[in-house]
């Protein structure tokens, strides 16, 4: 079976650039596939959330569908929050039929920190275990030893978090999902050099590709809310410094500033194999950044 | 032990409505430890609700008290016997394993719950209770550093932490500490990290086909991997 265009580039060790971006609460997608449109040319791939932050929404497959009507380039976020095995399963087959196969295997969030907090939180599996399902499925069987009639194919994602406050069992379970089969990781949000350099030195000992997780602040006081809020996230003192320096309404020009900044030293520094972009709702900046960090040429 | 809390008032007001003699039994086990349905509980239920009934002017039914040693116990419950003859239903305290152990016992004797069975743990300090097991029927406290990762991660999950986790809080709760980060630092005291470097596949489900049974007597069946 071909390789994603996503992996081909991988593989060829290009520096590769992905985004993000988040299904509507409702069915009008006008406003995605919007996004989509603005952003499949300029990026390598498009992650397609999948009920980010545990609120209910349009399915990630669904957007990935819609990635693909419009060219673009789709990675699938799964998670283990809301479906058993079985549907997990079947969401993998069903991605692979419709010839989507950059799948990001996640636990997915708590199911206290969305909007349906009354759900049962499912999490049959883990991410590491869906990551072996997925790699199971590969060699044409199911996770109860059953044959399938037509074997799926993947090139598996998983994220890490570099710059949590703990890390060392998390370098316990990158190592896992490495050892599972993931083949590129996104980071969870790097707001600290620092932090990344110390974490590539450990990484690079393995045969993956890490894609820096850029997310795009707003404003000095929403990085004091992902910070109260945001399961993991810690946002150094020094950025939200440097976002409140910014005037009255330019504070999305300074965060840009600032995501640029990142990407392009990055980049020079060979430092990752990639990024991947987050700009929670504000999906339109995201060309600018690329073009402040060179990555693409203005107007492209 | 478990653990549980008891009802609102309102909430039991309503369910006993509709009978006009009722007997508030209490555990003298469980529900006494954890402070939700023992005697002292029974009696101050029974004097909130006639405060209630005073103050709505409502106050027809009649209460009886009596706490059993173990109302989970058939044995125990023979205790009952004489008292439930002068009663139109049963309000208990005990956890709802007594509250079912009654109605077996008294096939046509309305029995009501009067406390919340919440889940199975300790006392952390006075007056707090804290989950520690979930029954799940295959123990992997061996290789957690004897911290159950089932209860104690929001999640459940078996290979590590989320990346949630902050200040070594859980991401679901930043008052409850984050189970992978005890497990991790309590495998290191033991010198025993190579246990959460393991794979663990897929927990098996199935030794939890509800109702369980066991049955000792006979034949033990195993635990572990069986049905
Ligand atoms: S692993 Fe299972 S049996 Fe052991 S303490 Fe946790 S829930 Fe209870
Ligand atoms: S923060 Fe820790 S305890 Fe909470 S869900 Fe994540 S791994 Fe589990």
Redesign the interface.
Known sequence: MAKSSFEEKLDANEFVVTTEVGPPKGCDVSGLVHDIDLLKDKVDAINVTDHQSSVMRFPSIGGCLLVKEQGGEPVLQVTC?DRN?LALQAELLFAHSRDIHNVLCL???????GDHKEAK?V???????LL??ARLMETGTD?SGNELKGAPQFCLGA???PG???I???L??F??KV??GAKFFQT?GVFDLASLRRFMQYASQFDVKILAGIIVMASARMARYMNDNV????VPQPVIDELATAEKGKGLQKGVEIAARFVKTIKEEKLCHGVHIMAVGNEKIVPDILERAELISVGA | MIVAERKSLEEIRRTIAPYERVLIVGCGTCATVCGAGGEREVALLHAGLRAMEARSGEGWHTFLEFTVKRQCDAEFLDALVDRVREVDAVLSLGCGIGVQAIAERFPTLPVLPGVNTSFMGMAKEWGVWDERCAACGDCRLAETAGICPITRC???????????????K????NEMDCA??LI?QRLEKLHR?ED??R?????N?RVIPRPRRIVSKAEVAVGGNNG
Request: aromatic share 10%.
């Open positions: 929050r095995r636990t997915g969030d708590s199911v206290d920190v939180p999490f049959d599996l883990d991410s590491v275990q072996r399902t996770t994220s890490v978090h949590a406050d703990f060392e069992p998390q316990i379970k190592d896992k050892e599972a969870q399961p993991g996230i810690t | 929001a999640k459940g999950i078996l290979n590590g932490p989320c990346a949630g986790t902050k200040n070594g859980c991401e679901a709760n992978w980060v991790y990290l959460m470097r794979y663990y596949p897929p927990r489900f």
